[in-house]
């Protein structure tokens, strides 16, 4: 059964984890074989990005591609901050954060930046049309409770050759059930309560309990199911996986090898 390559969603660095923290976690992934790492310029208000900068300094790793996300307005783009902050010269990935009129006004700016590749964050089939063939990379949210991911994006992607890279595998934690009697202490939904409107409604809360339904009946943990559901959809270049501690990206290994089809079909219903 395919899936999807395993990477290191670095959200939670400057915010949710400390330096010593996210070093633990950056070299964990990187020996367990993760190449690719994905910041933005927004994250702990530019922590993540300096934090990973400093990883990248201090270990010097070969092999690897770092992204990261600019906001809008896009008709002026700088992403020296961001560079410095890295400690790079050159953005392996950069993605336009968010959907906004300006994108499409930007490739005179796009063109002079140090970037190797371009892609778009959070947009739909439409919005990458119409920002043309300069993007090929596209990263939206994507897991059983919240699906951002279109067939019909699916086959325009395959179609351009076009990666999809889905983040937020289990929902911001929603997924494992826990927020069900309110929202948690030090969650992520409590940290940026923005997340609470996404997940939070009558489609999210019945997928929600068809997963816990699945999980009881086949013994599998619900992180364990959310997550292999993930990393077995079909068209999908990458799942970001993001955590506080290495742990949280060994549930990703785990669920990588998940082999059980009937499962993650009765989960997609």
Not at 150 to 156: Q, S
Not at 161 to 189: C, E, M, W
Not at 209 to 224: D, F, N
């Amino acid at each position: 059964m395919p899936h999807a390559r395993i990477g290191l969603g670095c959200v939670t660095f400057g915010r949710e984890i400390d330096e010593a923290a996210s070093f633990a976690l950056l070299d964990h992934a990187f020996a367990r074989g993760v190449t690719h790492f994905d910041t933005a310029a927004a994250y702990g208000g530019g922590a993540s990005e300096t934090i990973l900068g400093k990883w990248l300094a201090s270990r010097k790793p070969e092999g690897i591609s770092v992204a990261t996300k600019i906001l809008p307005p896009y008709d002026r783009i700088d992403v020296t901050d961001s560079l410095r902050r890295l400690g790079v010269e050159q953005i392996d990935l950069l993605y336009l954060h968010q959907w906004h009129e300006t994108a499409l006004q930007a490739a005179a700016a796009l063109e002079k930046l140090p970037v190797r590749r371009f892609g778009a964050s959070n947009v739909t089939l439409d919005q990458l049309r119409a920002l043309g063939p300069r993007f090929r990379v596209i990263q939206n949210n994507h897991n059983l409770a919240v699906r951002d991911v279109t067939e019909a994006l699916r086959d325009y992607c395959a179609a351009n050759d076009i990666a999809i890279v889905t983040y937020s595998p289990l929902g911001a934690g929603f997924l494992t059930g826990k927020h069900q009697n309110g929202v948690q202490a030090g969650s992520r939904f409590e940290i940026v309560p923005g997340h609470q409107n996404v997940y939070f409604h009558d489609a999210a809360y019945q997928r929600l309990a068809r997963l816990e339904a699945i999980a009881k009946r086949t013994g599998h943990s619900q992180v364990h199911l959310a997550l292999a559901w993930a990393l077995h959809q079909p068209g999908i270049d990458t799942v970001l996986f993001g955590g506080r501690t290495p742990a949280h990206l060994d549930q990703a290994f785990a669920a990588r090898d998940f082999v059980d089809e009937a499962v993650l079909t009765d989960l997609t219903l």
